[in-house]
């Protein structure tokens, strides 16, 4: 679903570094307002790295990073959350001694508005156990005390609480059971119909296929395919040289 013109996240000529390291090499990509797009790639493509550029973790790092229009190229990770971009790490990191409710709570921004004046998607503890009915269930429950799937579930509702316009996904099908990566399937898809957009990097084509609408595929942090998800799908020869393990 495209709902806007002008891209919500416009990014061009990224570089990339670990140390002296060069890891992404001049990548560009668009995210529209309500719409999925998968970065796919193998371990160690730059996926990742694509992730913590946009949102300000690397200090190096070069090109133009856009976002609502603000200029990101040098912003830092505070800034882009104010903004409106929400993170969602591979690694989870909640607060492992602090509650569900607590850990939402850290999270929470004011509600915002679209530049033209409407209101934009926002969320409430009530809100996300309707999204999540197995935090619902556990609103007093340590962090620490959580299964994985059950601490991925938790990291994706404190960064909604943020009430972002976009959120950057990183791996979130990566180590989890099948039924939580089910429910992933069915969060991505009611937020895309509130008209939040997602940055999802990921490497499982199956279920990159059944949230997005566009795909980037990256190898050794260069670009080698753009187009849409059913596009990537048709594309035998882009699939096999690179995405299959």
Not at 33 to 39: I, K
Not at 47 to 68: Q, Y
Not at 128 to 133: C, Q
Request: net charge negative.
């Amino acid at each position: 679903m495209q709902t806007g013109t002008a891209p919500l996240l416009k990014v061009g000529e990224l570089c990339a570094w670990y140390g002296a390291a060069q890891i992404l090499y001049d990548v560009g990509l668009e995210v529209r307002r309500g719409e999925v797009v998968a970065l796919m790639g193998r371990n160690g493509a730059g996926k990742s790295t694509t992730i913590k550029s946009i949102i300000g973790m690397l200090e190096k790092r070069s090109g133009h990073i856009s976002f609502m229009g603000h200029d990101m190229a040098r912003a830092e990770p505070h800034q882009a959350a104010r903004l409106g971009m929400g993170f969602v790490p591979e690694d989870r990191r909640i607060f492992t001694d602090l509650t569900v409710m607590e850990n939402l709570e850290v999270g929470r921004q004011p509600p915002r508005r679209w530049p033209d004046g409407s209101q934009a998607p926002g969320w409430s503890p009530e809100r996300l156990f309707k999204l999540f009915p197995n935090l619902g269930e556990m609103p007093q429950r340590l962090g620490g005390r959580m299964s994985g799937g059950e601490q991925q579930m938790l990291t994706v509702a404190r960064t909604l609480m943020g009430n972002p316009f976009l959120v950057l996904l990183d791996e979130p099908s990566e180590g989890v059971a099948p039924v939580i990566v089910e429910q992933m399937v069915q969060m991505i898809l009611e937020l895309k119909t509130q008209g939040v957009s997602i940055l999802l990097s990921e490497q499982n084509m199956h279920f990159a296929e059944l949230v997005s609408d566009r795909a980037y595929v990256l190898e050794k942090g260069q670009l080698r395919f753009e187009g849409s998800m059913a596009e990537l799908a048709a594309n035998e020869a882009v699939r096999r040289d690179y995405l299959s393990v």
